[in-house]
């Protein structure tokens, strides 16, 4: 399922450990409430556990809610380091996701330089045949949630 993210699909995770016996309604109530966020707007929530060995993704799907759970036996869960963020929520693009629920340490790993298109820059027009590209920062890939 989670195999096929969509680069348009919005992910958040929550900067605060859940208890993993909520249910929807309470994780939605997390996400409401501490994230500041619409749980029906079909985007993914990422909850962890305390010890970091058990994940939750919760999310809208057009006609009621589904939620994702993962238990590893051996290991953690590495988030990205949460201390400077003062939101409850912080947004991460697709494949940070992926790395988190691979094993690897968000901390030890170095984002190169790309060049990445911004859609809200995209000329309306199909007739354009020029498309400048803007260069993102590093950091791009984590934005604190603004509610």
């Known amino acids: 399922m989670l195999n096929a993210i969509s680069n348009q699909l919005r992910i958040f995770l929550c900067t605060e450990p859940a208890d993993m016996r909520k249910n929807v309604n309470g994780l939605s109530g997390l996400i409401r409430k501490s994230m500041m966020l619409d749980p029906l707007s079909g985007h993914l929530y990422v909850f962890r556990n305390q010890r970091g060995d058990r994940l939750k993704v919760c999310y809208w799907d057009s006609d009621g809610f589904a939620i994702w759970y993962k238990m590893l ?4 869960f590495r988030f990205p380091d949460l201390k400077n963020y003062s939101s409850a929520g912080l947004e991460i693009d697709h494949s940070t996701l992926r790395l988190i629920l691979d094993g690897i340490d968000l ?4 984002r190169q330089h790309r ?7 995209l000329p309306q027009s199909q007739n354009t045949q020029f498309i400048s590209a803007t260069q993102q920062p590093l950091e791009q890939n984590l934005v604190a949630t603004k509610p």
């Open 73 to 76: 036996q051996r290991g953690t």
């Open 107 to 110: 901390s030890t790993i170095r």
């Open 115 to 121: 060049f990445k298109i911004n859609p809200s820059t």
